[in-house]
């Protein structure tokens, strides 16, 4: 017995030795001495809106203070220098549209908040529709300003066809991996902006744009997506390019908290106005060149933390440059005015009952409609302030009295039923001077006035709207000739 072990025992080491000549003479690393797993840690947040100082939101629990730039890069900070000890590489990046919103991000038109991104170290920004909203000239100023690259890979100048931004980011880590950052706009770029600030350019379909790029760089290392796009428009690149490491995305301004899976493409996205910052963990492997997900999570960001005194000092700099215009007190609100998004976009709320209310007493017009796209906050009971005002409704636009029949009404309305609640549609409209139901994605019972007289096809009917209301239902009135139409200038902005 001793003897037939004590033979096992030998025909065993002289495998293991033959094994290890083989892997010496063949030049492949023994299981002992596989190559070292690269860390990588991606920070991330999308949809700021000028948003650089703390605001009180209404939760469950009352008013809470939440956001704040400062306490944002002191979160960021933090995870670099932990990082930084393990020897971990740190990218942070942003998922578009950092302007409009707040009276700082409008009045200075985008200089606080790429001061206080290049403070922070941004790595890289892809491009949000609302970084337009200037005009394009200032667009280019504030591209021209930042540290960091504005990334699209499907926004073009249609003079020449050339890239308006540079269309990725590449990274190199060590044993020559790249990891590649490829940036991506949503197409409704040109309706979702003032036309003029966009007239000389064009956005073409994110998925072959960001192909070209992919298909190049898969074989240098991992590549991530940083999307401003619709979820949907996500999911269509992930299932396409399934070997993607990640999608970062913008512009639902949701929490995808846990992350989204399609295929084996996680989706992450990190709500809005810098309530919270988003964090991937990865592992790449130097020979497959291909990274896993590690860990994924999001930080809220709240009033307990302290804020970071170089970001803090710059947004009290141009706080203190708006003067005092924007506090004063207009008027007081006995009740609060609901403009959160995830009710406004759906349903009859407090904020846009009063805003159409509004609209239809200050211009004569038989209907008021507004898009709850065009509501961005609350306005909350007590005093209210210019600011106030100014964060519910920031967009500078101007109200248009139009005539449709009552069969371009029901088109319009039409329109507004039709998103669901994932597909966080700003078109869903408010109204006044008029009543509907809606059943399933189907207006029905539409009525005229306190007399809920119902509405007659042919008849035609006077119809107050902000210029922002989507084109889709704007189209109807505006492309006839036939029809005549007015800016009604008392309540412009």
Do not use: W
């Amino acid at each position: 017995m001793s003897l037939h072990l004590t033979m096992k025992r030998f025909r065993f080491g002289m495998v293991a030795v033959f094994l290890a000549c083989l892997f010496a003479c063949a030049g492949v690393p023994s299981p002992e001495k596989q190559p070292e797993q690269i860390s990588l840690t991606v920070l991330f947040f999308n949809d700021l809106h000028g948003h650089l100082m703390p605001f009180e939101i209404k939760g469950e629990k009352g008013v809470e203070e939440v956001g704040g730039i400062a306490r944002v890069a002191t979160l960021i900070r933090k995870i670099r220098e932990e990082n930084s000890r393990e020897h971990v590489l740190t990218l942070l990046l942003v998922a578009g549209d950092i302007l409009q919103g707040t009276p700082m991000s409008t009045v200075f038109k985008g200089d606080p908040d790429v001061r206080c991104l290049n403070a922070m170290g941004v790595d890289a920004m892809t491009v949000g529709n609302h970084e337009f909203d200037f005009g394009l000239d200032n667009f280019l100023k504030l591209k021209d300003q930042s540290a960091f690259p504005f990334l699209s890979s499907n926004i073009i100048v249609q003079e020449n066809g050339r890239l308006l931004c540079q269309p990725s980011l590449e990274v190199l880590l060590e044993d020559g991996v790249t990891f590649t950052v490829i940036g991506a706009t949503t197409q409704a770029l040109l309706t979702t902006t003032q036309a003029d600030n966009v007239a000389t350019l064009d956005v073409l379909d994110s998925l072959p744009a960001v192909n070209q790029i992919y298909a190049k760089a898969i074989e240098q290392g991992p590549v991530l997506l940083l999307s401003h796009s619709r979820q949907e428009t996500d999911r269509r690149i992930a299932r396409a390019l399934p070997d993607l490491t990640a999608i970062i995305g913008g512009h639902d301004q949701i929490l995808l908290s846990p992350y989204g899976i399609e295929g084996r493409v996680p989706i992450l996205q990190a709500f809005e106005k810098g309530r919270y910052l988003g964090r991937i963990d990865l592992r790449i492997n130097p020979v497959s060149r291909r990274a896993k997900l590690i860990d994924a999570s999001y930080i809220k960001v709240t009033a307990d933390i302290t804020p970071d005194p170089e970001i803090a000092a710059i947004v009290s700099d141009y706080n203190a440059r708006l003067g005092q215009q924007f506090k004063e007190v207009i008027g007081r609100s006995d009740t609060f005015l609901d403009g959160e998004r995830e009710h406004i976009r759906y349903q009859e709320t407090t904020l846009g009952n009063f805003i159409t209310d509004i609209m239809r007493d200050n211009t004569g017009a038989q209907i008021a409609m507004i898009n709850a796209g065009a509501l961005r906050a609350s306005i909350k009971e007590g005093p209210v302030t210019v600011e106030d005002v100014f964060r519910a409704m920031p967009y500078g636009n101007e109200l248009v009295r139009v005539e449709l029949t009552g069969t371009e009404i029901r088109q319009v309305l039409q329109r507004a039923v039709q998103g669901a609640l994932e597909d966080e549609d700003g078109g869903f409209l408010h109204v006044a001077g008029l009543t509907f139901d809606v059943r399933g994605r189907t207006p029905e019972n539409i009525r005229l006035g306190t007399q809920q007289q119902p509405i007659d096809p042919a008849t035609i009917y006077s119809v107050v709207v902000p210029t922002s209301l989507p084109q889709v239902a704007m189209s109807i009135s505006f492309s006839r000739a036939n029809r005549k139409s007015r800016r009604d200038r008392r309540c412009g902005n």
